[in-house]
Nanobody
């Protein structure tokens, strides 16, 4: 049974930073962060393979960094230069089988049933 707990959400001004964490995970998991804004479908923000290759949504490239902390068995999503459009509930998802596929120079992540409870991120002045 995979039970994930997210942390690190909050209220931040535009241009600010937050770091989200998701634990506990195993080093062999593929992992991803999704977000759900009000009135919108849940969308993929970033994903990481068991080998630590990463993939990002175009809207967050250059601003967000997803990394794995093997010592603390968690993944961190560092979010910089936050914008109001980044507002939403952020969910982590675990793929114990690391089934990300690579084609056309991009990794593709398929979500599993293993979700955290979500953490709210609000970017507002």
């Amino acid at each position: 049974q995979v039970q994930l707990v997210e942390s690190g959400g909050g209220l931040v001004q535009p241009g600010g930073s937050l770091r989200l964490s998701c634990a506990p995970i195993a080093s062999t998991y593929g992992m991803a962060w999704y977000r759900e804004a009000r009135g919108h479908q849940r969308e993929l923000v970033a994903a990481i393979t068991a080998g630590d290759a990463t993939e990002y949504a175009d809207s967050v490239k250059g601003r967000f960094t997803l990394s794995r902390d093997g010592t603390e068995n968690k993944v961190n999503l560092q979010m910089n230069s936050l914008e109001p459009d980044d507002t939403g509930i952020y969910y982590c998802n675990a793929d114990p089988w690391n089934r990300l596929t690579y084609r056309g120079g991009k990794y593709y992540y398929t979500p599993t049933d293993y979700w955290g409870q979500g953490t709210q991120v609000t970017v507002s002045s």
